[in-house]
């Protein structure tokens, strides 16, 4: 972890942790360093934001810094974070800026940085960039005369990720009720349009962004608000988006929720079917259920786990050219059409899936049966400490023996706060609650917990 960014670029309070000054000096660090590697000295950079009120602020400091350093921007305005990766790589720009806290409350923002394949930026660049904004480097020169770079009206980038997004499905939606929970964030300007053109019967919740109520008691982080929704519809599926719509739930027909380990699952599996799956490989990170893997070995599918952050599975993915991959919070990857988590594109997958397979996603999810899992966090004065302990070793080790094939543990250190996390999975609640408690009592008794 940097002093700034982390496993999903510089996120805090705007105007606390974030502040319109060091989102200037990431501008003129980005249009600087670029600018230094283009042919022509001059930086090309896109930049979409999502709906939060600070976005609007962020978004000209970072638009003043890279113009100050020579650098043209292309403002994509309020879209979604994949669509960005998308025009970033289908455009030849060379950098491209998200402005999004995803699913934090609006009071918070981010500014993700991605490179020219639409993946995020690499951990060297933030780095300097890190170092620029402490006052650890010579200043850089700024640009003069006709050098100074100008900001581009560029919506017709998003307008070609709608279309793109509607070229993928090869059937209609036609028939189907679909409700889309936009979570108050950049899905409103993208989601329904995509189903419309495709369609299906489309019922949209949340859509009416104010700059204050994003992912407020809707989308993916509250997603019993689609499950209540299908069910006093009678729809046939749902899709509930993050802020920047990054990633995706689902509700099945039933009113289940589907997590990102059940579309790894069900799409992997229809990928599988139709010849398209790598290795017939599946990328996971450490914290998909048990359940997922238990439900890919019976289907003759294998799996490869990553630390937890959708970019290490976009690495991974990346490097092997696998076909999906994906977190159990919804970040899921199909590398065939994207770099990054798509959560539109995730929806129109699970359509194209549930169509195809002429079943409705409740049966096509049954497969999978979720173990429990408890997860508890011990804070701790060192985290590392914590973890190398050998009394709180042994126990793990106790706990992983007790559990054998039928459960899992895993201690693992919080990249953002002073935090070991402990979670367990195991066939009933009271087995994981039994070993998570026993290791966290020997955190405890080694005087290791605050």
């Known amino acids: 972890m940097g002093r700034y960014f982390g496993t999903d670029g510089f996120r805090g309070e705007a105007n606390v942790d974030l502040t319109a000054e060091k989102a200037f000096k990431v501008g003129r660090?980005?249009?600087?360093?670029?600018?230094?590697?283009?042919?022509?000295?001059?930086?090309?950079?896109?930049?979409?934001?999502?709906?939060?009120?600070?976005?609007?602020?962020?978004?000209?400091?970072?638009?003043?810094?890279?113009?100050?350093?020579?650098?043209?921007?292309?403002?994509?305005?309020v879209t979604t974070t994949p669509s960005v990766s998308y025009v970033v790589r289908t455009e030849n720009f060379d950098c491209g800026i998200m402005i999004s806290a995803s699913h934090n409350p609006f009071y918070d923002n981010g500014i993700k940085i991605m490179r020219a394949n639409g993946q995020k930026i690499e951990p060297e660049i933030e780095e300097k960039i890190e170092d620029y904004i402490d006052g650890k480097i010579p200043e850089i020169p700024y640009a003069h005369r006709e050098k100074i770079g100008r900001t581009i009206d560029f919506s017709a980038g998003r307008n070609r990720y709608i279309g793109y997004l509607m070229a993928i499905p090869t059937r209609s939606f036609k028939g189907l009720r679909v409700g889309l929970d936009c979570s108050n964030g950049s899905a409103s300007s993208i989601a329904k349009s995509v189903f419309d053109a495709l369609g299906a019967k489309t019922y949209v919740l949340n859509n009416a962004p104010n700059g204050m109520n994003i992912n407020s008691n809707c989308g993916s982080t509250h997603i019993e608000v689609m499950q209540n929704y299908v069910?006093?519809?009678?729809?046939?599926?749902?899709?509930?988006?993050?802020?920047?719509?990054?990633?995706?739930?689902?509700?099945?027909?039933?009113?289940?929720?589907?997590?990102?380990?059940?579309?790894?699952?069900?799409?992997?599996?229809?990928?599988?079917?139709?010849?398209?799956?790598?290795?017939?490989?599946?990328?996971?990170?450490v914290m998909s259920n048990l359940g997922l893997y238990k439900a890919l070995d019976a289907a003759g599918m294998k799996y490869q786990q990553t630390a937890v952050g959708d970019k290490y599975v976009a690495e991974n993915m990346l490097t092997n050219g696998y076909a999906i991959g994906g977190e159990q919070s919804g970040h899921i990857i199909f590398s065939k059409y994207a770099t990054t988590g798509d959560g539109i594109l995730t929806s129109l997958m699970i359509m194209q899936t549930m169509i195809e397979k002429k079943q409705p996603l409740s049966v096509l999810a049954s497969?999978?049966?979720?173990?429990?899992?408890?997860?508890?966090?011990?804070?701790?004065?060192?985290?590392?400490a914590a973890q190398a302990n050998p009394k709180v070793q042994a126990a793990v080790q106790a706990a992983a023996d007790a559990l054998g094939n039928?459960?899992?543990?895993?201690?693992?250190?919080?990249?953002?706060?002073?935090?070991?996390?402990?979670?367990?999975?195991?066939?009933?609640?009271?087995?994981?609650?039994?070993?998570?408690?026993?290791?966290?009592?020997?955190?405890?008794?080694?005087?290791?917990?605050?």
Request: charge should be negative.
């Open 231 to 285: 069910n006093d519809n009678g729809l046939d599926v749902g899709f509930a988006y993050d802020g920047d719509a990054d990633r995706c739930l689902a509700v099945d027909d039933k009113g289940n929720v589907v997590t990102g380990d059940h579309i790894m699952y069900v799409c992997g599996k229809y990928l599988k079917e139709m010849g398209q799956l790598d290795d017939d490989m599946v990328v996971t990170t």
């Open 29 to 77: 660090y980005l249009g600087w360093y670029y600018g230094t590697r283009s042919e022509d000295g001059r930086a090309q950079i896109a930049i979409g934001k999502d709906t939060r009120r600070s976005s609007y602020m962020l978004e000209d400091a970072l638009s003043a810094g890279l113009t100050a350093s020579g650098a043209d921007v292309y403002l994509l305005h």
């Open 406 to 450: 039928d459960g899992r543990i895993l201690v693992r250190e919080s990249g953002t706060e002073p935090k070991i996390r402990v979670m367990v999975e195991a066939k009933t609640y009271d087995i994981c609650e039994e070993h998570v408690d026993r290791v966290i009592r020997v955190i405890e008794a080694e005087g290791l917990a605050l």
């Open 367 to 384: 497969e999978m049966k979720v173990y429990p899992q408890i997860l508890k966090n011990v804070r701790v004065a060192d985290k590392a």
